[in-house]
C-alpha cells in the first residue's frame, strides 16, 4: 500500500507564489509517475502536471509557464512551485502517484487534497 500527503496550501493574493509538496510512503512499491490534479469548487477535477521517471514532464496549457514540477532523486517527494498564481487557480489539488505494486500491480494513489485560494 502506499500512502500520499499533501502539504503546501493556503490563501495567497493574485501574482503571489505558493509550493505543494507531496510525499509518498510505503511498502513493496516502485513509482513510476507522479503527478498534480486540482478541482475547483463545483467543477471537475482536472489535470496540472505530471513527472515519470521516463516520460519527463507534462503541463497543462493553462499552467505551462507558471507552474514547474519536480522530484528528489529517491522519487517519493514531489513538489509543484506555483508563480503567478491567478484567482482561477483555486481549487484543491491533489497528488496522484502511479505505482507498480506486488500484490496489486500497476496502482493509482490519491492523497486527500490540499486547498489553495488565490484572492485580493
Known amino acids: 500500500q502506499v500512502q500520499v500527503v499533501e502539504s503546501g496550501g493556503g490563501l495567497v493574493q493574485p501574482g503571489e507564489s505558493l509550493r505543494l509538496s507531496c510525499v509518498a510512503s510505503g511498502s513493496n512499491f516502485d513509482i513510476i509517475r507522479m503527478g498534480w490534479y486540482r478541482q475547483p469548487i463545483g467543477k471537475q477535477r482536472e489535470f496540472v502536471a505530471r513527472?515519470?521517471?521516463?516520460?519527463?514532464?507534462n503541463y497543462a496549457d493553462s499552467v505551462r509557464g507558471r507552474f514547474t514540477i519536480s522530484r528528489d532523486s529517491a522519487w517519493n517527494t514531489m513538489s509543484l512551485q506555483m508563480n503567478s498564481l491567478q484567482p482561477r487557480d483555486t481549487a484543491i489539488y491533489y497528488c496522484n502517484v502511479l505505482a507498480r505494486t506486488v500484490n496489486l500491480g500497476m496502482v493509482d494513489f490519491w492523497g486527500n487534497g490540499t486547498l489553495v485560494t488565490v484572492s485580493s
Open positions: 513527472i515519470g521517471t521516463t516520460s519527463g514532464t
